[in-house]
């Protein structure tokens, strides 16, 4: 059940890092990996101009339908954002819609020391409709009602302690994906502790968190993606999901680590590392793009694409 | 081969009009059509406020990159955009581009009987790659190389003889999605014939063309999106394609017409309107708006979902 077989899954263009790291790593078997290690990478990326957003642009306003736009959320943009279709922020995080898939298609958020503590609790929380989404294009939860899929966070709860309605905003069924209730449960919630736990060795911590839909080769030796809809309004199912982790340090250095897991269950013994991915992958797979932004905003950036901490 | 069962693709929601609407055209049984005339369509479409995009403000201006915006894509405009995710303008059309399926997401432009003829020549056009669009994310020929499927063109070459530029332009790959030969050749072909003699009725016609995803159902009893994915950068071949043209006569009243049609071969005896699907059925599936922004702009909009001329 845990079996992936190697090279199965696939990311668009060159790289079949992704699906042979998830492989790999449902494998347990270190020794057959077939992680392509691409320190190098940015060396191959190529930093064309792209859409970016400012903080505190007309067009920041204009998308964020003129709101207010907290301290936390302004933060968490910092680094730019990896598209600019239906930008909505929120107390917590700020995120992009998918309205054919009904989940969103990133969310970023910043974690800090101060932000994983406070008074704000879980059990104030009910999981809602987004209702700034059009009716057509909204998840609800009759749609995960019985459904065998959890209403997986995309920005976790627990990493926003800070505020109750920094805590309630990360309910809104826009920022969650049906997600396996074994993965949600384990190898996602160690993921999503490790990234708490990085806020106390780096000076800020962003992550960049969405749903993905791999393809995969068929018997006819085709690829294709296939998801499950469900509910009423057809929201899609991941097939798997990605975070990515943007470090900063005291002296301006910025580190990167791009994770994809699988929408099953996976083994919460496998080391997070083994789901470490170039981050190029991603890029390619999700349609959207980090690094160039990133590399707008700092000279400094070390990418780390595979491999231990 | 052409036989789709009815019932077997669905458009997200309530509607399943469009799987129904396909499923009697190409069993060309008329007495068993599942259509449900959805003539008071729009009393039950909610008009709630969404983003929509005045040509001239700084946000076109924007996200249109700082090009200057010729008359034709601005006309293009009148009626708003379904959606404004990476919004392109070009000579003869205004596009929104869907990076992880490496297609447009929908194309806007606008006919006239001039624009119709001209000097312009296909012969002098090739198909390309669309540089403004990020190397992960772009299509290229090659891509399309050997796939059996045609390079269909969203807003047609034909459409747009008044300039070599403006034709030229209908060749960038954004512009193309992976389209079965038979239907890019026969009914589509006619469904775009029929655009253009809508030019000598109406005042002005305005066609939006884009590929659909749609689910179906699966021996388990759930519901999947499948797709194949082909070439290199895995451009994603859509199961359908929508049409939604809209007609302004002259004393300002607007009329609509939608269109669905399968990415398989279809019969090109089967009438046009045989494949009038209500709007919201399009508008729930793609993620996109329509109507929400028409109301906007008049107040006599008269829907046609199903049925003849």
Same mark, same amino acid.
């Given at each position: 059940?845990?079996?992936?077989?190697?090279?199965?899954?696939?990311?668009?263009?060159?790289?079949?890092?992704?699906?042979?790291?998830?492989?790999?790593?449902?494998?347990?078997?270190?020794?057959?990996?077939?992680?392509?290690?691409?320190?190098?990478?940015?060396?191959?990326?190529?930093?064309?101009?792209?859409?970016?957003?400012?903080?505190?642009?007309?067009?920041?306003?204009?998308?964020?339908?003129?709101?207010?736009?907290?301290?936390?959320?302004?933060?968490?943009?910092?680094?730019?954002?990896?598209?600019?279709?239906?930008?909505?922020?929120?107390?917590?995080?700020?995120?992009?819609?998918?309205?054919?898939?009904?989940?969103?298609?990133?969310?970023?958020?910043?974690?800090?020391?101060?932000?994983?503590?406070?008074?704000?609790?879980?059990?104030?929380?009910?999981?809602?409709?987004?209702?700034?989404?059009?009716?057509?294009?909204?998840?609800?939860?009759?749609?995960?009602?019985?459904?065998?899929?959890?209403?997986?966070?995309?920005?976790?709860?627990?990493?926003?302690?800070?505020?109750? &309605?920094?805590?309630?905003?990360?309910?809104?069924? +826009?920022? %969650?994906? /049906?997600?396996? *209730?074994?993965? !949600?449960?384990?190898?996602?919630?160690?993921?999503?502790?490790?990234?708490?736990?990085?806020?106390?060795?780096?000076?800020?911590?962003?992550?960049?968190?969405?749903?993905?839909?791999?393809?995969?080769?068929?018997?006819?030796?085709?690829?294709?993606?296939?998801?499950?809809?469900?509910?009423?309004?057809?929201?899609?199912?991941?097939?798997?999901?990605?975070?990515?982790?943007?470090?900063? &340090?005291?002296?301006?250095?910025?580190?990167?680590? +791009?994770? %994809?897991? /699988?929408?099953? *269950?996976?083994? !919460?013994?496998?080391?997070?590392?083994?789901?470490?991915?170039?981050?190029?992958?991603?890029?390619?797979?999700?349609?959207?793009?980090?690094?160039?932004?990133?590399?707008?905003?700092?000279?400094?950036?070390?990418?780390?694409?595979?491999?231990?901490?």
């Amino acid at each position: 059940m845990y079996r992936v077989i190697c090279s199965k899954w696939f990311i668009s263009g060159v790289s079949l890092t992704v699906g042979a790291a998830i492989g790999a790593s449902l494998n347990g078997d270190s020794t057959n990996r077939c992680i392509n290690p691409s320190h190098g990478l940015l060396n191959r990326v190529p930093v064309i101009p792209i859409p970016s957003v400012d903080a505190g642009t007309d067009l920041t306003t204009y998308q964020l339908g003129g709101q207010m736009v907290g301290s936390r959320s302004t933060a968490a943009m910092k680094y730019g954002f990896p598209s600019l279709a239906n930008i909505k922020t929120r107390e917590s995080y700020v995120t992009s819609y998918d309205p054919r898939n009904r989940t969103a298609a990133w969310v970023i958020e910043q974690l800090s020391p101060d932000g994983l503590t406070g008074p704000s609790d879980r059990k104030f929380c009910d999981f809602k409709e987004d209702d700034t989404v059009h009716v057509y294009h909204r998840a609800t939860n009759a749609d995960y009602r019985g459904s065998g899929f959890d209403r997986g966070h995309l920005a976790a709860a627990a990493n926003h302690k800070w505020n109750q &309605k920094a805590m309630d905003d990360t309910f809104y069924l +826009s920022n %969650v994906s /049906p997600q396996n *209730p074994n993965l !949600n449960q384990n190898a996602w919630n160690n993921l999503e502790q490790y990234c708490r736990s990085l806020t106390k060795h780096y000076m800020n911590v962003f992550v960049c968190t969405g749903p993905l839909y791999l393809p995969r080769q068929e018997p006819d030796g085709k690829m294709y993606v296939k998801y499950q809809v469900m509910g009423r309004n057809h929201v899609a199912v991941p097939t798997h999901f990605f975070k990515v982790v943007i470090l900063e &340090k005291q002296r301006g250095e910025v580190e990167l680590r +791009s994770y %994809v897991m /699988p929408n099953t *269950p996976v083994d !919460n013994k496998i080391p997070l590392e083994r789901f470490l991915v170039p981050i190029e992958s991603i890029e390619r797979a999700s349609g959207l793009l980090f690094v160039p932004n990133i590399m707008k905003r700092t000279n400094s950036l070390l990418a780390i694409t595979a491999g231990g901490k």
